[in-house]
């Protein structure tokens, strides 16, 4: 006989499973890796590359900036907000490794506002030469054939923006194995799944490609530097201005440093509790999808050979469809070995999702701030005591 919570958390597991099928349908039906066939369009284009520290990756990633094969003009602005930033030293060299390519290191040493990347991509607006801008995170490495891809559907007037799909290329340590499952087996499937129900209004900020004049008539990068997510703001802004949002079918890779438990947990957190403020409703019913978490309970409220034959059957399509989506994105063979940390990752994901409603308080380089209404940035002074003065 089924109790109430039985019947409930059983309708919870199925709706997870629903979910979970819809996400990797989508993500099966998209057209990863397709490079474009009109190589007719090349405007002159204009990288921005804000910068801060480096790491035994950084060398690597600027490279594939400066190595492009692109017939049109190309300027590489690399930003930084110190001169004693040690990754001022790699660009002179990767510069003069790379003589024919044009290229500038600027400093950026005024802070305008809490987002230093921001701050960073608003004082190198005046040294622009292009009308295609390029923004893309230090720690992004592409292929080759890239800017000509990424740039083709700007060939529609309509088109405001250009952005992609980024995989986590180097899960270096255990915790990032975790990050992993997150970015390169759901989060890419959760934005297809979002579009299946219509244009999105974000950006994801791994690489953005845009007019010039698009960024110019929302006001610049000033209009974005209370923001924590600038990405998701630019995108929102420009859709909001009537431009369309566009997916290039190329995905870069993102190679992150080591990171241990607690500075993956962080990262983690930070992320859930920006999305949270940007998109409270969406990002409350988001758990309805966690595929370990219902088959999970409801087994618990109901332990009988019928729901622990579902729980088996549900827990191995979860993992079959996260190392399925993990491959399309990433093109290689994902082994089974570790397939626990799916499930780990899904059960970590629930005390994520609940701490996101139970605070606003994040770390982001180096520095406390407090995410205000809106998804604005406010910086948190800690007092003496905390700062360890006394």
Not at 93 to 105: F, V
Not at 133 to 150: C, E, Q, T, W
Request: proline share 5%; aromatic share 10%; charged share 15%.
């Amino acid at each position: 006989m089924y109790s109430f919570a039985g019947i409930f958390f059983g309708t919870l597991a199925f709706l997870s499973l629903l979910l979970t099928i819809w996400q990797w349908a989508v993500a099966r039906r998209y057209p990863l890796h397709q490079r474009t066939q009109n190589k007719s369009f090349v405007p002159a284009v204009t990288f921005l590359k804000p910068l801060k520290g480096c790491d035994a990756n950084t060398a690597k990633c600027l490279s594939s900036w400066l190595t492009q094969q692109y017939s049109a003009p190309v300027q590489i602005l690399f930003g930084v907000s110190s001169p004693e930033d040690p990754v001022c030293d790699l660009v002179r060299q990767l510069m003069r490794e790379h003589p024919p390519a044009d290229a500038e290191l600027v400093i950026c040493n005024q802070k305008l506002g809490p987002n230093g990347k921001v701050s960073t991509l608003a004082q190198l607006e005046p040294h622009i030469k292009y009308d295609v801008l390029v923004i893309s995170d230090a720690d992004v490495r592409v292929p080759n054939h890239f800017v000509a891809d990424v740039v083709a559907p700007l060939q529609q007037p309509a088109v405001g923006l250009v952005h992609c799909f980024y995989q986590l290329a180097n899960p270096s340590t255990h915790a990032l194995r975790w990050e992993e499952v997150a970015v390169n087996a759901d989060f890419w499937t959760q934005v297809l799944q979002a579009q299946s129900l219509g244009p999105i209004d974000f950006a994801l900020g791994a690489v953005m490609c845009m007019p010039r004049a698009r960024l110019d008539r929302i006001g610049g990068f000033r209009s974005l530097l209370e923001y924590l997510a600038d990405d998701y703001q630019l995108g929102r802004q420009i859709a909001r201005g009537g431009g369309e949002l566009v997916l290039s079918p190329t995905v870069v890779e993102c190679w992150s440093s080591p990171m241990n438990c607690k500075e993956v947990w962080s990262h983690q957190l930070r992320w859930a509790r920006t999305i949270r403020v940007c998109r409270p409703i969406s990002y409350f019913f988001s758990i309805l999808a966690n595929a370990t978490l219902w088959p999970l309970v409801w087994w618990l409220h109901q332990p009988a050979l019928v729901s622990s034959a579902t729980l088996c059957g549900c827990l191995l399509f979860r993992v079959f469809t996260a190392r399925d989506n993990q491959a399309r994105l990433t093109r290689k063979q994902v082994g089974l070995g570790d397939f626990w940390i799916v499930w780990l990752k899904d059960l970590l994901n629930v005390a994520i999702w609940a701490l996101a409603f139970l605070g606003s308080h994040i770390q982001w380089r180096g520095e406390q701030f407090r995410i205000a209404r809106g998804g604005k940035l406010v910086k948190v002074v800690l007092s003496r005591r905390k700062r360890g003065i006394h």
